[in-house]
């Protein structure tokens, strides 16, 4: 009984070493395990859309008299697979490629502005950068190794220490909103939070994709909801056992709905804000929020504004926020007076 228990481990051990060589990204458990999540979200999908089409003859006639009805859904149905894939395989946006970017872009600043002698400016990270011949500007980073830590510390109130704000595990100097993802192993720009089904952080460069993915898995569960409604109301008491199957599948298509509608405002909240999810939850454990009143944004430039650049700042922009003073975190607290309603200092 043991050689037979041992010869089993065996094989499978022969297996798994095969199946590892012939597909290496396979032999880490952190991306087999994600690997793992993303088929059986996929399948889930499968599942829940093909069931309806296997079992409701009435799809197969609404097809031939309006062809446009499950084409908008299907298309909506890739849409939204294609937008998951989209956004687990896009970058949050990591502090040290934004660190090296830097670097890149103020060595070649620096190259072209030593040829003409003239000054050059640079947009990078949400910032101006601009050199003037021998003169370095208060944002400019030099080729030094401290040039990141220079510019970030400009971020931070004056006599910060960068002690305070460099990262153990990267040894990176971090700029306000940053965190550092165990799961990932990085720092992170406007660290959101580390969505297990994706397999990746949610940042300041994939946080829009993220919103998007929301809205369509919403559109296509309520969608879905519908469908399933429509064939219990012309099948129901057929047959008893196809029932029981497509309301316990309504059930958690239900509940799944209610939990996307959730996520997608309090989401939404957040972009209208300008706050993301480690802010609001770990308010009181970030050193820079916690003199910060209650129900105060320092992030926030108004709706409008909030929200244009999050939908329109490219992703591959690296914006890099300072700290509000004191005198901006107390104008942003006093409450708005109809004045500044009807001026949209509010927007």
């Not at 043991?2 to 290496?24: K, L, T």
């Amino acid at each position: 009984m043991m050689m037979a228990v041992g010869f089993c481990h065996e094989i499978r051990d022969r297996v798994a070493d095969r199946v590892c060589r012939c597909f290496p990204c396979l032999s880490d458990p952190a991306r087999r395990s994600s690997i793992c999540l993303k088929v059986v979200l996929v399948v889930l999908h499968l599942v829940y859309v093909g069931v309806p089409f296997i079992l409701h003859g009435g799809l197969v006639e609404t097809a031939k008299r309006a062809p446009w009805y499950i084409g908008l859904f299907l298309l909506l149905f890739v849409a939204t697979l294609s937008q998951y894939f989209f956004t687990a395989g896009s970058s949050p946006g990591y502090v040290i490629d934004a660190m090296r970017a830097t670097d890149e872009k103020d060595s070649r600043i620096r190259a072209a502005s030593m040829i003409s002698n003239q000054p050059a400016t640079s947009k990078h990270a949400g910032l101006v950068i601009t050199v003037d011949g021998n003169q370095l500007g208060r944002s400019l980073l030099g080729s030094n190794p401290s040039s990141w830590t220079k510019l970030v510390m400009e971020m931070y109130p004056p006599g910060s220490s960068v002690r305070q704000w460099t990262c153990t595990y990267c040894n990176v100097v971090q700029p306000p909103r940053a965190k550092h993802c165990h799961d990932c192993d990085k720092c992170v720009l406007q660290f959101d939070h580390h969505c297990v089904w994706l397999g990746t952080c949610i940042g300041q460069g994939n946080h829009c994709r993220f919103w998007w993915y929301i809205c369509e898995e919403a559109a296509l569960c309520l969608w879905t909801v519908i469908l399933y409604i429509q064939y219990l109301k012309a099948n129901i008491s057929r047959c008893w056992w196809l029932d029981v199957i497509m309301i316990a599948l309504l059930i958690t298509l239900s509940i799944s709905l209610i939990f996307l509608f959730l996520l997608l405002i309090f989401h939404s909240y957040l972009v209208l804000t300008n706050q993301t999810t480690y802010e609001l939850v770990r308010r009181r454990r970030i050193p820079y929020m916690r003199t910060v009143p209650e129900r105060v944004y320092p992030f926030s430039r108004g709706v409008w504004r909030n929200f244009y650049d999050f939908c329109c700042t490219r992703s591959s922009e690296y914006r890099l926020e300072r700290l509000p003073t004191a005198v901006e975190l107390e104008a942003k607290s006093r409450p708005y007076s109809c004045l500044d309603v009807i001026q949209c200092r509010c927007c």
